[in-house]
């Protein structure tokens, strides 16, 4: 019995490190926005201090249960103001560093779990992690 292997490959996060992801074969540097039903597309947020409503009204729209907002190298909290349209649809958000909520999300979407993450990419400030090639 095959158990949706395909979709959850296509946006697995394979491999990390400070400044970058791995889902599938692609490297990513810069934020992402991944949802485990298929959607994988660039989240236009490089900084924590960029964020607005405007880029959590756009995941209302993606109706998840759960949204995991990896809030970059370390742990930040948003403004709930920020997050009314979340809210206001009545979906989840666990907010940890981008590392942490990469791992959760794999577990989440593994289970079946209607999650989606937004994942803030920054680079490794001592420069110390180069990971792999970006492509």
Same mark, same amino acid.
């Given at each position: 019995?095959? +158990?949706?292997?395909?979709? *959850?490959? &296509?946006?697995?996060? /394979? =491999?990390?490190?400070?400044? #970058?992801?791995? %889902?599938? @074969?692609?490297? $990513? /540097?810069?934020?992402?926005? +991944?949802?485990?039903?298929?959607? +994988?597309?660039? #989240? ?7 964020? &607005?409503?405007?880029?959590? =009204?756009?995941?209302?729209? #993606? ?20 997050? /009314?349209?979340? *809210?206001?649809?009545? *979906?989840?958000? !666990? ?9 959760? $999300?794999? %577990? +989440? =979407? ?5 999650? @989606?993450?937004?994942?803030? *990419? !920054? &680079? ?9 090639? &970006?492509?």
């Amino acid at each position: 019995m095959k +158990l949706q292997a395909d979709r *959850i490959e &296509s946006t697995s996060v /394979r =491999a990390h490190g400070p400044g #970058w992801l791995q %889902i599938g @074969a692609t490297t $990513y /540097r810069h934020s992402l926005l +991944l949802c485990a039903d298929g959607r +994988l597309q660039a #989240w236009d947020c490089a900084r924590h201090a960029d964020l &607005s409503v405007q880029h959590f =009204a756009l995941l209302a729209d #993606w109706r998840p249960e759960l949204l995991l907002l990896g809030s970059g190298l370390r742990l930040r909290f948003v403004a709930p103001a920020l997050l /009314r349209p979340l *809210i206001e649809a009545g *979906i989840g958000v !666990e907010t940890m560093d981008t590392l942490a909520a990469a791992r959760t $999300y794999n %577990i +989440l =979407a593994a289970e079946g779990r209607r999650v @989606a993450a937004a994942l803030l *990419i !920054e &680079s490794d400030p001592a420069g110390l992690t180069p990971g792999p090639e &970006s492509r």
